[in-house]
């Protein structure tokens, strides 16, 4: 039996997710789903914690775990969001974040000619260390004389496993982008990993870019690229870049991965868009694709391509939600997409 | 009598300083330069330096120094680009990064309607501490249990400094950018002391953003922006990225400022492109609109606005190297700039 807890969290969030967890019912795979109803703002502003042990108990136990959006404006404090999916990326160890771009109609893009461009790539993005680590502090807070550190970490299993996921996601080329050239420590041990790893796949093209290069290169030539890695500051700015460059964030999925231990976090890239929950106007895609992101590591490859092929087959007709182009509500696309699977 | 030190440096660097330089001639001003030859990666490789103390002492000296490009594919080791760009940027205490940003015509932006987004805006890059402190190291370097780490070091006068700067530089709006959402210590030093100085300009709208939807911002809407201020990493990305999407690297000029001494380092952005050096095919434009940054500092604000005039006039009119769209050589190009300022 296979289980997905499912977070649906805060804003437009649970409209999202509830799309998501339709369309994967509508495949008849015999996915079981555990919601999680307690892991949002409100329930963070009544008990003061993000998520209680027995909530991640059962994120444990579960065989991946489907988040609509967490964060709202009642809830300023960066603890809440970072004591939900900083937590669950660190203590699942889920240190490889990917996040696949694809262009799902011209319209969509906000560059010229994007057909020529043909976008297909994916950003890796070092989940678990570097700049998130947490290491930091203040001398003299709050006072005129204060300075803070943050250090960034970067650890050799650490930045060769996120490596080979990147080697083994991509089918012409990875790219591995860092600083090496301004921040020498974390860039060498970079840099050597990835000339020994990049090694084991002389059928790929591997190329290497500093991280300002990629970040042109990603609006100037974004179909250049197949495979991004990098790490998790980085893949941060780059993935969400990258997301937009290919149609934007309502589109965009993510899973983060444990391709050991199997465990993974998908979820929309989107945030909780307070401003429209309730609306019909939240557009399910970005959960969708995030969905099909699950699909693909439970082993169930050929429905997660019916579910993609269906996005783009409604997105292309413009059955989707206004901000694709389309007229139809939340409800209503997502059934839109569920009927095109049929 | 004010004298500006020029370093041509590699590349292409020699034949569009040149340029620059008789620009600023043909101005009439009174400018005496000082051209220092031995700065380039020749010298580098015959010596093992990047930068004698001699040639320092020059540049210190100066009323400012333009840069042509510094940077060789026949040396590698980023101790030579660091050793003369950051070594002024840190020795000079060039604490803010000027990196104005205007489309000189829509055909040179990578993105849809580009008129339609009136792209004008300014990043301020802090150019002195966080992750370009050079503060790190590795344990166990070289073995598979190695562990790097680099630190991102910012102070309470480091940030107010270049957050009055960008304040001062403004006329619309200034965007904070940092990461207080992840990286703690220093996004909450970044927070409060922004908190204090957006304060006495009640006459700008003043925001914030996270780094990633700054990032993807301004892809999608760049014409939202007037100054972004951010820290040295994310303004080193941003910087590079709000170049591409206003016209290209071709055309970026930027400016290392210390507004208290006045010392001042003017630069094109892109680099020092070997493969077209002596072809003919380098484009003077970002190099021409560093010297009219200088020009500004130097209190010659009415011939810096004639020099800009005239870059657009000639990018308009096609007069121009053929990455803009026209089919001048480099020295065509500046001749047709100094004919558009007379
Ligand atoms: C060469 C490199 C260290 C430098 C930097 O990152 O500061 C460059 O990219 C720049 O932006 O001037
Ligand atoms: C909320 C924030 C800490 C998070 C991050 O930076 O990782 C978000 O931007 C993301 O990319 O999932």
């Not at 789903?33 to 409100?42: K, M, P, T, Y």
């Not at 209680?52 to 300023?76: E, M």
């Not at 979820?267 to 609306?279: K, Q, R």
């Amino acid at each position: 039996m296979t289980t997905v807890a499912v977070v649906p969290g805060d804003g437009i969030g649970p409209e999202v997710v509830a799309e998501a967890v339709a369309a994967v019912d509508e495949l008849g795979l015999g996915i079981d789903f555990d919601v999680l109803d307690g892991i949002n703002a409100r329930t963070y502003r009544e008990r003061g914690a993000a998520m209680t042990d027995a909530d991640f108990d059962r994120v444990r136990a579960a065989d991946g775990v489907l988040v609509g959006a967490i964060g709202h404006p009642s809830v300023p404090d960066p603890a809440y969001g970072r004591g939900v999916l900083l937590r669950m990326r660190f203590e699942l160890d889920l240190y490889a974040n990917y996040r696949p771009v694809r262009l799902l109609h011209d319209r969509l893009s906000p560059l010229r000619d994007p057909t020529r461009r043909g976008i297909d790539c994916a950003i890796v993005r070092e989940n678990t260390e570097g700049l998130y680590a947490g290491i930091g502090g203040a001398l003299r807070p709050g006072t005129d004389a204060e300075v803070a550190v943050d250090t960034e970490v970067s650890t050799h299993s650490g930045v060769t496993r996120v490596l080979r996921f990147a080697l083994s996601a991509a089918t012409r080329s990875v790219c591995m982008v860092d600083k090496a050239n301004a921040v020498e420590s974390g860039g060498g041990l970079w840099q050597r990993c990835w000339d020994r790893e990049r090694r084991t796949r002389p059928d790929l093209e591997t190329r290497h870019l500093y991280v300002d290069v990629a970040a042109m290169r990603l609006v100037r030539d974004p179909d250049s690229f197949d495979v991004i890695v990098t790490n998790n500051s980085y893949g941060d700015i780059l993935s969400d870049l990258a997301a937009e460059v290919g149609g934007g964030l309502g589109c965009a999925a993510s899973a983060n991965l444990n391709p050991e231990t199997g465990a993974g976090l998908y979820e929309p890239v989107h945030g909780s868009a307070p401003d429209i929950a309730g609306t019909g106007l939240a557009n399910p895609v970005g959960a969708v694709l995030s969905a099909a992101l699950l699909l693909d590591r439970l082993g169930h490859a050929g429905p997660a391509r019916s579910l993609r092929a269906a996005v783009r087959e409604t997105v292309e007709a413009a059955r989707c939600t206004p901000d694709l182009g389309g007229d139809l509500d939340t409800r209503a696309a997502g059934a839109a997409i569920r009927a095109a699977c049929r």
